[in-house]
């Protein structure tokens, strides 16, 4: 497979969302934090945690003994309930969190490299290889950091509610997604069972 996959770049951009910080980094704005500074520390971390996955994802299906197309349908499903919750409205209970280094790890883990990333990437990382992943999670993560830059700019003229609307939208696309690799995975373990 090629080093650069446009579709996987965009399935990776769409499942790290980095519109689902975005409610995070409006807050750190309100008390007076430096926005720039922990939207760059977090895209830098969440990072470093997916490189980490990709590298070591893949020996943990031998280590724990289970097969591809069981992670498929646990990673699918947790996909699907992040989808999920970036669809439905839901109030956001971190805006009394004033310290840079707790909404750097915040933004970083879970809501950039979540569960639903790690399953990702793990998956994607065992089929495609550890080189071409790394390679897709770097294009990735540069359009995430131009996204976070861009916001860092304009955070005084950002309205949240484009920012709630395009979440949910990219929320859809991640439940799509999440429903192809629980039908893999289920095609895989039936395929399996009937030989």
Do not use: C
Not at 53 to 79: C, H, N, Q, T
């Amino acid at each position: 497979m090629d080093l650069f996959d446009y579709a996987l770049v965009i399935q990776l951009f769409i499942l790290i969302n980095p519109l689902s910080s975005f409610p995070v980094l409006l807050a750190a704005y309100k008390n007076n934090l430096n926005v720039r500074r922990i939207a760059i520390s977090a895209v830098i971390v969440a990072f470093v945690v997916a490189i980490i996955i990709a590298l070591v994802g893949p020996y943990l299906f031998s280590l724990f003994k289970i097969s591809i197309d069981s992670f498929r349908i646990a990673g699918g499903v947790v996909l699907f309930l992040l989808g999920l919750d970036n669809i439905r409205s839901k109030k956001n209970d971190r805006k009394d969190i004033k310290k840079s280094d707790a909404l750097v790890s915040i933004i970083a883990t879970p809501l950039l490299t979540g569960p639903s990333t790690i399953a990702f990437i793990t998956l994607k990382s065992f089929e495609i290889g550890k080189v071409s992943m790394i390679s897709n999670i770097s294009f990735a993560f540069i359009i995430v950091a131009i996204v976070f830059s861009v916001f860092s700019f304009f955070v005084k003229k950002i309205n949240p509610k484009v920012i709630d609307i395009t979440s949910r939208v990219l929320g859809l696309f991640l439940t799509a997604v999440a429903i192809e690799m629980i039908g893999k995975g289920i095609h895989g373990l039936f395929s399996v069972v009937w030989l």
